[in-house]
């Protein structure tokens, strides 16, 4: 077989024995411009050689032509080449109209194939990172950005919280007054009604807020005030919204007669009820999560069961609408706040239930001529209080015969015809209310003497809740949609 020089030698046969016409050019090849004539520069044939010195049956002009020395003599130039480019030389494609054909690179389909280092090797296969574009600062074109927000929303709904952490485990300390804004939100297109901290202290990070836009929202209220989840089970205005013990649930009730239970991770129903009327207040049983109560605009209360989504039982009262209901501490009876009043005093303003047997306990327990639009009990006195439309608060004994304590109530606040909301504090040494003026009053629970008011909103604050770990934590809502968190 011959071969091809990409040099001139001394040595060589003259130019009228080869029969070549030697120009006398005397070069020399580096790999590079080795690799140019092996792959051919444009303009050249389909050899891959320029079309000037191609290989025909005639004499070759220019500084390429045979070798007539054996193989071993040859020239190391081009293996040197093919070794620099592993080029193998069976896989060179030869030319049927050259009888000594120049051997090229074969094109490559595959591509030059990455270094893999031998320790990425040899590590698992599940801790390889695939090749891909590069993300920073965001989600790269074409994924989407939803899918990552929701899983570190879905982390978060079940997570504990930094801030939160620390408190876990700690004995109740007194509460502290909150006095700044910590965080800002305008959180709902329509009025917030209600705003609740969850009762799990491992999820008590997380903020519910109803409102009558229609919605729930979830929110992370002890960190970034992002909110997590919403919850659009209703098609009218949510009056009223509670967590279950556990956290992982909550109930909420609107205007179109629907009460439904939902799971705060995945934000699915658990199961939705009928009730024939408006619903503006919820209440489950504490020891029985899966039975609540529902009222509204009705002279009726009815239970209900989640497991089995029916109705178990149902109170009745000579009324027109319950504003509030509120299980006592044994669990065995509960207080509902009706729109009921005559002429000189508020008779069946405040009735109380047996839960069991459906009877009527108590229906005489407030006679002043004022609806009691909420209604909170002390976590560890015998004591619930009502707030009153009279602009203040009342407390009462809830063990029978439920009487009134007419040397203590709490006054400051205005209510006018709102909704207004008021809580105790996890330790009871607290109360705090909203109030029309937009303020939130902090009052002693033993003096009744107000303690500390904070300007919080431009409108009715009807809403507020604190914390149930961090120690000088609340949040409040207004009338205007707008979410407060206070430290």
């Known amino acids: 077989m011959a071969f091809l020089s990409l040099v001139a030698y001394e040595d060589s046969d003259s130019d009228e024995e080869s029969g070549t016409n030697n120009e006398g050019v005397s070069f020399t090849l580096n790999c590079d411009s080795a690799v140019e004539q092996f792959l051919g520069s444009p303009g050249s044939s389909a050899t891959g050689l320029p079309e000037d010195r191609q290989c025909t049956n005639t004499t070759s002009v220019g500084p390429l032509w045979p070798f007539k020395s054996p193989p071993w003599q040859q020239p190391q130039l081009v293996d040197s080449c093919k070794t620099a480019l592993q080029i193998s030389p069976h896989s060179l494609p030869q030319n049927p109209a050259c009888p000594n054909p120049v051997k090229r690179l074969a094109p490559s389909s595959a591509g030059v194939r990455p270094y893999i280092p031998k320790r990425q090797k ?12 590069s993300v920073r600062g965001g989600p790269v074109e ?15 709904l079940s997570e504990v919280s930094e801030r939160v952490r620390p408190f876990l485990g700690q004995k109740v300390g007194r509460m502290e007054l909150p006095r700044r804004c910590h965080l800002q939100l305008q959180a709902h297109q329509g009025p917030v009604n209600t705003v609740q901290w969850c009762p799990a202290p491992h999820t008590s990070h997380l903020l519910l807020s109803a409102s009558m836009d229609r919605t729930v929202k979830i929110w992370d209220g002890a ?9 659009a089970a209703h098609s009218g205005a949510v009056r009223d919204a509670c967590w279950s013990p556990c956290g992982r649930r909550l109930l909420s009730g609107s205007f179109d007669t629907t009460a439904t239970l939902t799971d705060v991770e995945t934000g699915s129903e658990v199961v939705k009820v009928g009730n024939q009327f408006k619903v503006t207040c919820l209440a489950l049983r504490p020891n029985e999560p899966d039975v609540f109560l529902c009222g509204g605009f009705s002279p009726e209360v009815k239970a209900w069961d989640a497991r089995s989504s029916k109705m178990v ?13 509120l299980f006592l501490s044994g669990e065995k009876e509960f207080v509902t706040s009706s729109d009921s009043v005559s002429r000189d ?26 609806t009691c639009p909420s209604l909170a009990l002390h976590p560890d006195d015998d004591s619930f209080v009502a707030q009153t439309n009279g602009n203040y608060i009342a407390i009462f004994s809830s063990q029978r015969p439920y009487r009134i304590n007419k040397r203590r109530r709490y ?20 109360l705090a209310s909203g109030s029309s003026t937009g303020c939130v009053h902090f009052y002693d629970h033993q003096s009744s003497r107000t303690l500390h008011t904070l300007q919080a909103h431009q ?9 149930p770990v961090l120690p000088s934590v609340a949040a409040t809502c207004d009338w205007s949609g707008e979410i407060k968190i206070w430290n």
């Open 223 to 231: 960190e970034s005030g992002r909110c997590l989840q919403v919850i």
């Open 142 to 156: 074409g994924t989407s950005a939803n899918t990552t927000s929701q899983a570190s929303g879905s982390r978060m």
């Open 122 to 133: 040899l590590a698992p296969t599940d801790d390889r990172v695939s090749p891909g574009p």
């Open 411 to 430: 006054e400051g606040h205005k209510v006018e015809g709102y909704a207004i909301q008021c809580e105790f504090s996890r330790c009871g040494s607290l």
């Open 313 to 325: 039982r149902t109170y009745k009262a000579g009324i027109q609408q319950t504003l509030d209901i």
């Open 459 to 467: 409108e009715a604050c009807v809403s507020v809740s604190l914390h």
């Open 345 to 370: 005093s508020a008779d069946r303003t405040l009735i109380a239930w047996d839960f069991g047997t459906t009877a009527k306990v108590s229906n005489q327990i407030f006679h002043e001529r004022y």
